[in-house]
C-alpha cells in the first residue's frame, strides 16, 4: 500500500473489492489477536485507522457489505468462524429414487439382500424430507452439550451458541432418556418467517434470501447467536448418532420415544406395510405439501426393523436401509442467450446454456447444463429460443424443450465446435462415447486447471481458503503448474499478491500444510483419474494399501497377462474398462512425474483396514455357488465390514474361497491353486453367525 491510499471515491469497483477483502481479513484477525488471544499486534490507533478505511469503502460501495463483515459484526465478536467437531457416528447422505420404479427396485433389493421368509412384509416407514439443514445435538447425562452441523459427514461446525436459541431443542431430557444420546434432525425456516425476515432485510437494505434453506443456513452460521435468536427456526427430528442404549427395536418406536423426550417428529410420518402403502404414503405427502408452512423435496422411505436396518449397513455413505423419493423437478421458462462449451479436465466438452436468469423453485437460474452434443441435436436448442428449464434438489439446472412456437425466424441451428475453444487442438469423438474430447491433454490450459480444481476440491485435498477461483489466480500467475506447486507455496510470495496480507498469506500456508497428510484413498481419488471416483479410490486403496505397492501393482499391471492385471479387474466393482484408465493414466510419464513429487512433498497415509480383530480382517475372498443363508450381497457386506476385501475371481493372491454348492470353475482353479475353501457352514461360524 502507498502512504496515503487513494480515496474510496478514485477506486474501480475491482480495486475496491479486492482492498475490501485484504481490509476484512486483516480487521478480523487483529479482532481475533485482541479479543481472544489478549494479544494485540497493532496500536488502537491503527486498529482504528484499518476499520474506518474498511467503513468507508463499504459507505462508497454497499454491494460489498456482507454478513461477514467485521463492520457487521456486533460486539467484535471473534470473526474466524467455528470450531470443528468429528461426529462420534459419520452423518451420512441418502440415495435418491425419482419414480415409483425405482422405489419398487429399493425395496428388491432389500428383499434380495436380507432374504426373508416370502410372506414376511418389508416394513417401512414414510416421512416427510424436510429441506433445511441437518444438525446432530448431543445430550450428556441428558443435558444438550453441543450441537454441530452436518459439515462434510465426518467433520461439521459447532454451532451450539445458536441452536440454544431454538425453542424446539430441549435443554434438558427427562429420566428415561439415555445418558449418552445424539439427535440428528433437521433446522429449518418457515416459510411465512421467511417472507417476514426478507421483508425486513430488504427494508434494512440488507442482504435478502433466495430461499428458506439459505436463509436458514445463513441464520445458524451466524458468529453472533443474538441474530439466530431473532429469527424463527424450527426442528424435526429423525434419527440418532452416538446412543449409550438402543432400547427400540424399530424406527417407529424410535419416533415415539423421541417425542417422550420432548423432541419435535413430523406429523406426518407413516408406518408402512410393503411398498404399495408406501406410495400411497408418498402421495398424500405430495398432497399435503403446498398446505405445509415448510419446505419439504421428497419423501425419505427408512425399513423399519432396527436389527435388519443393521445387517443392510451402508454403501460409500448412504444407508441401504433408507431411499429419498423425491418431488419432479420443478420448471420455468426464460430465453436462451447463447451456448458456451466448458472444457473439463479429462478434456470433455460440455455445452452449457446462458440464460435470461428466471427463478426456479426459489433459486435464481443463470446456467443450464445441456450435457453433449447429441443431446443439442435431438432437442434441436438454438440461440434465441425459448426454453424451459427445470431444477431438482441439489442436481444442476437443465434445459428440458424448446418452445417452438415463440423461436425466431432467423435462429441458427447450433453447430458444435470440432475444436477445442481453449487451446484450439481439435476435439474428437471416440466411437463409444456420446462426449467430444480436446486431444490437447497435457497443452490445454483448461484441463489442467480443472484437474488442479478437482485436486483441491471437497472429496480431495480439501484445503480451506483455496478455492476454484484462488486456483484459476494462481494459474495464471504461473505459481502453480502442477499439483506437487501447491505445497511449494510460501507466504512470502502469497502476501506480495494483490488482495492478500501477511495473515491470510499465513492462514492458506497453514491449511496447505495440514493438508500434507493425506489418506491413501482421498490421494487417488484427487488424481483425477478418469471413471475413478470416490468409490473405486476406495477400493484401490484398500486393496493395495500403500501407494508404492498401488503403483508397483499398476506398473506390472501394464502386461495384461500378468497375475497383477488378473488382480486389478478381480477387484469388485472395478472391471476391464476402468482398469484400462487406470493404466493408462500411470503409464503416462508425465502423470508418473507429478506422482513422484506429490510422493516426496506428502505423507501419504497407508490404508487402515477398519479396526477388526475377526480371523478374515485383510484376507481376499471369493465367494462362489449358491449360497442358502446369505445372500451373496449381504455375505459380500458382512466381509468388508470385518475387514476382508472381495474379489469376483480365484489368483494365488485369493486367501479363502467360500463355495456353496454348483461352484464350478472357481472351484477347480482353487483347488489348483491349493487355495484353502470352505462351506457356507464353516464361514458362518468364522465370522460368528
Ligand atoms: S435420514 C442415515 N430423514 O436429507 C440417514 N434425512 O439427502 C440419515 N433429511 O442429510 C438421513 N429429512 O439432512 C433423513 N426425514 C428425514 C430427512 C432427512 C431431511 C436430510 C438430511 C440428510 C439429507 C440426505
Not at 402403502?277 to 405439501?289: D, G, V
Not at 488378473?566 to 507429478?594: C, P, T, W, Y
Not at 489368483?651 to 462351506?679: C, F, M, N, Q, Y
Request: charged share 25%; glycine share 6%.
Amino acid at each position: 500500500m502507498t502512504d496515503t491510499p487513494p480515496q474510496p471515491d478514485d477506486l474501480t469497483p475491482a480495486q475496491a473489492a479486492s482492498e475490501h477483502a485484504r481490509l476484512a481479513v486483516e480487521v478480523s484477525e487483529h479482532n481475533r489477536l485482541y479479543y481472544q488471544d489478549d494479544a494485540p499486534r497493532v496500536s488502537d490507533a491503527e486498529y482504528d485507522a484499518l476499520f474506518r478505511r474498511l467503513q468507508d469503502i463499504e459507505a462508497r460501495f454497499p454491494e460489498l457489505v456482507t454478513p461477514e463483515s467485521p463492520t457487521q459484526q456486533v460486539g467484535a465478536e471473534p470473526t474466524s468462524g467455528f470450531a470443528k467437531v468429528r461426529h462420534a457416528v459419520p452423518m451420512l447422505s441418502l440415495a435418491n429414487a425419482f419414480d415409483d420404479d425405482d422405489v419398487i427396485d429399493f425395496v428388491a433389493r432389500v428383499r434380495r439382500f436380507l432374504n426373508p421368509p416370502d410372506d414376511e412384509p418389508v416394513v417401512l416407514v414414510a416421512e416427510p424430507k424436510i429441506d433445511g439443514l441437518s444438525v446432530s445435538l448431543r445430550y450428556e447425562y441428558r443435558t444438550f452439550v453441543r450441537g454441530a452441523t452436518r459439515g462434510d459427514g465426518a467433520e461439521g461446525e459447532d454451532i451450539t451458541a445458536n441452536l440454544r436459541t431454538i425453542v424446539d431443542i430441549p435443554a434438558e431430557l427427562p429420566e428415561d432418556a439415555p445418558d449418552i444420546l445424539e439427535v440428528r434432525g433437521e433446522v429449518f425456516m418457515p416459510k411465512s418467517e421467511f417472507a417476514a425476515l426478507n421483508a425486513r432485510q430488504a427494508a434494512a437494505d440488507d442482504k435478502v434470501f433466495a430461499n428458506p434453506r439459505n436463509a436458514a443456513a445463513g441464520s445458524l452460521r451466524q458468529l453472533d447467536p443474538s441474530i439466530t435468536a431473532s429469527r424463527t427456526l424450527r426442528l424435526f427430528t429423525y434419527a440418532w448418532g452416538e446412543i449409550s442404549e438402543e432400547p427400540f427395536g424399530t424406527h417407529w418406536s424410535f419416533l415415539e420415544r423421541l417425542r417422550g423426550w420432548g423432541f419435535p417428529v413430523n406429523p406426518l410420518v407413516q408406518h408402512c406395510d410393503g411398498v404399495e402403502e408406501a406410495l400411497a404414503a408418498y402421495n398424500k405427502i405430495a398432497e399435503a405439501r403446498p398446505t405445509l408452512d415448510y419446505d419439504i423435496d421428497g419423501v425419505v422411505y427408512k425399513i423399519n426393523r432396527l436389527g435388519w436396518q443393521a445387517r443392510l449397513g451402508f454403501v460409500s455413505r448412504a444407508p441401504r436401509w433408507a431411499i429419498a423419493h423425491k418431488f419432479p423437478a420443478e420448471q420455468a421458462t426464460t430465453v436462451l442467450q447463447g451456448i458456451d462449451i466448458q472444457v473439463g479436465r479429462t478434456g470433455a466438452l460440455t455445452p452449457v446454456a446462458r440464460l435470461e436468469p428466471v427463478t426456479v423453485g426459489g433459486v435464481v437460474v443463470s446456467n443450464a447444463t445441456l450435457h453433449n452434443e447429441d443431446e443439442i441435436a435431438r432437442k434441436d436448442v438454438r440461440a434465441g429460443d425459448t426454453v424451459v428449464v427445470q431444477r431438482a434438489g441439489d442436481v444442476i439446472p437443465q434445459v428440458v424443450e424448446v418452445v417452438l412456437d415463440k423461436r425466431p425466424k432467423k435462429a441458427k441451428r447450433y453447430k458444435f465446435p470440432d475444436h477445442c475453444p481453449v487451446c484450439n487442438s481439435e476435439a474428437v469423438r471416440a466411437d463409444s462415447e456420446a462426449v467430444r474430447r480436446c486431444t490437447g491433454g497435457l497443452i490445454c490450459p483448461a484441463q489442467a486447471v480443472e484437474r488442479l480444481k478437482h485436486f483441491v476440491s471437497r472429496n480431495a485435498f480439501d484445503i480451506e481458503g483455496l478455492g476454484a477461483k484462488h486456483i484459476v489466480a494462481f494459474w495464471e500467475d504461473g505459481l502453480i503448474k502442477e499439483p506437487a506447486d501447491i505445497f511449494g507455496l510460501t507466504s512470502e510470495v502469497l502476501a506480495e499478491r494483490e488482495g492478500w496480507g501477511e495473515q491470510s498469506a499465513a492462514n492458506l500456508v497453514a491449511a496447505i500444510t495440514d493438508r500434507q497428510h493425506i489418506a491413501l484413498d482421498r490421494f487417488i481419488y484427487a488424481l483425477g483419474i478418469r471413471q475413478v471416483g470416490q468409490a473405486t479410490a476406495r477400493l484401490l486403496a484398500r486393496t493395495y494399501t500403500t501407494l508404492e505397492a498401488w503403483r508397483a501393482a499398476i506398473a506390472a499391471a501394464q502386461d495384461h497377462e500378468s497375475e497383477a492385471y488378473q488382480e486389478l479387474i478381480g477387484i469388485d466393482g472395478i472391471g476391464e474398462l476402468v482398469a484400462a484408465d487406470i493404466l493408462s493414466f500411470l503409464h503416462e510419464a508425465h502423470n508418473q512425474r507429478v506422482l513422484d513429487d506429490l510422493d516426496a512433498a506428502l505423507d501419504i497415509v497407508p490404508f487402515e483396514q477398519p479396526a477388526s480383530d475377526s480371523p478374515i480382517a485383510g484376507k481376499t475372498i471369493v465367494f462362489t455357488g449358491t449360497l442358502d443363508q446369505m445372500s451373496r450381497p449381504e455375505a459380500k457386506a458382512r466381509a468388508e465390514a470385518l475387514g476382508a476385501k472381495v474379489s469376483g475371481s480365484v489368483s494365488k493372491k485369493t486367501d479363502l474361497v467360500v463355495a456353496g454348492p454348483g461352484a464350478g470353475a472357481k472351484g477347480r482353479k482353487a483347488a489348483e491353486l491349493g487355495v484353502e475353501t470352505i462351506d457356507e457352514q464353516t464361514w458362518l461360524d468364522l465370522i460368528g453367525g
